[in-house]
């Protein structure tokens, strides 16, 4: 397996890259995985985010892309 990790700006390993091809035959041969993937999620968030989605199909219109978003937030540092 190629696996890639991803460290901070102190060295310190923070997350695992896992090529595509490799993460889907792992999927294959646990088929449970996926279902793991979700089951730690709070009900809660699954809920905001699901809000989030319908308000977003009624409004698409007031979304902005994701350098707009940046640009906004870093003003406000």
Do not use: C
């Not at 449970?32 to 308000?55: C, F, M």
């Amino acid at each position: 397996m190629k696996l890639q990790y991803i460290s901070d700006s102190q060295g310190v390993t923070t997350g695992v890259y896992i090529p595509i091809t490799e993460w889907n035959a792992l999927k294959t041969k646990y088929a449970e995985i996926e279902q793991e993937e979700t089951d730690n999620i709070p009900q809660w968030h699954k809920d905001v985010v699901l809000d989030r989605l319908a308000s977003f199909k009624k409004n698409p219109e007031q979304a902005i892309d994701f350098d707009t978003a940046m640009n906004d937030i870093e003003k406000g540092l």
